[in-house]
């Protein structure tokens, strides 16, 4: 696409009516160029006002009241947000269900066996460097 | 008593102050919901757009940029972009043309721009719409208020996509000449 062709396509690119491939043309040659970007500009300053072209219809009146209720469920809701987002106090024991408890055991115990495990071991060589010392008992 | 400015109303929502949105609400919501009734022909639809409308505002006031415009065209053009998504969703309904200035209380756009003193754009460009062909206004129309593109009003009115193309560009190139001889001067963001 020529720099002709690029500048034909400035007002539909302001408009929002350019489909993909012609945008992304766009969209790369627009910084190199300093006169497309000020047209670009006229564009879109004309362009933001069209919503003025809208027919004017009244806002039914219920509406103010329905957004108070909104920002209040809202409040509602970052209240409740807010609070389980707080640091909660640690939980104890009693509040943990059966299950973990005895799952929160199972390390310590294996933990306790295998100490008792060596120091019965412990003991056994000992007591049989113990026996050889003394002849063996005879 | 001067209204209190749209800036001002803007930081106090960034506060937390729903009052300040509520004046908002009370000022623009007609406006609002003219842009949504006009994509979504749809009374319920189109006070949902509304509501959802300032919602955002609350929500997001701080994207707000004087800088780059005025507050009443941002705040349409996020009803606009709401209601568009709304009509794609829905995907029942066709989009319609030849509706624009058809208004059913004349004066509503008149008296609500002219807080903002926009008024005299509307007339100016109610005149440059109305000197384009209307098969010109009609697919600035569909671009406009449905998302349309080339493509997509080429398939919907059956038509080739070299006649959109060109009618879309002559439109708008006429309505830029037009807008640039006509307008008013705009007033600025901090009026």
């Known amino acids: 696409m020529n720099r002709e062709e690029l500048l034909e396509r400035i007002p539909a690119y302001a408009l929002g009516a350019l489909d993909e491939d012609e945008r992304a043309a766009v969209e790369a040659w627009l910084p190199t160029d300093p006169e497309a970007q000020r047209l670009l500009k006229e564009y879109r300053e004309l362009v933001e006002w069209l919503p003025l072209a809208a027919p004017a219809q009244p806002a039914p009146s219920h509406l103010q009241a329905d957004l108070r209720r909104r920002l209040n469920e809202q409040r509602g809701e970052t209240a409740k947000t807010s609070a389980a987002d707080e640091p909660r106090p640690a939980l104890i024991p009693p509040t943990l269900p059966r299950p973990m408890l005895r799952r929160d055991w199972i390390p310590l115990m294996l933990g306790m066996a295998a100490a008792l495990v060596v120091l019965f071991a412990a003991l056994l060589l000992a007591a049989a460097g113990h026996h050889r010392r003394t002849g063996g008992g005879s | ?191």
């Open chain 2, 1 to 191: 008593m001067n209204p209190v400015p749209e800036l001002k109303l803007l930081q106090q929502i960034q506060t937390g102050d729903e009052e300040a949105l509520l004046t908002l609400h009370t000022r623009y919501a007609s406006l609002v919901y003219s842009v949504a009734y006009r994509i979504l022909n749809d009374r319920m639809a189109a006070e949902e757009v509304t509501q959802d409308t300032f919602l955002r505002i609350w929500n997001k006031a701080f994207t707000f940029d004087p800088d780059k415009g005025r507050f009443v065209t941002w705040l349409l053009t996020v009803a606009r972009r709401l209601a568009i998504d709304h009509f794609r969703h829905q995907q029942r309904r066709e989009p319609r043309t030849g509706l624009l200035f058809m208004d059913e209380d004349p004066v509503l756009w008149e008296n609500t721009l002219a807080t903002d003193g926009s008024a005299d754009l509307r007339r100016t460009l109610k005149s440059a719409l109305g000197q384009l062909q209307p098969e010109q206004r009609d697919l600035i129309e569909l671009a406009y208020f449905y998302g349309m593109t080339h493509s997509d009003i080429a398939e919907q009115l059956d038509l080739p996509l070299g006649t959109v193309k060109t009618r879309i560009r002559l439109g708008m190139q006429k309505l830029r000449q037009i807008w640039l001889a006509d307008a008013p001067v705009k007033p600025s963001a901090d009026d």
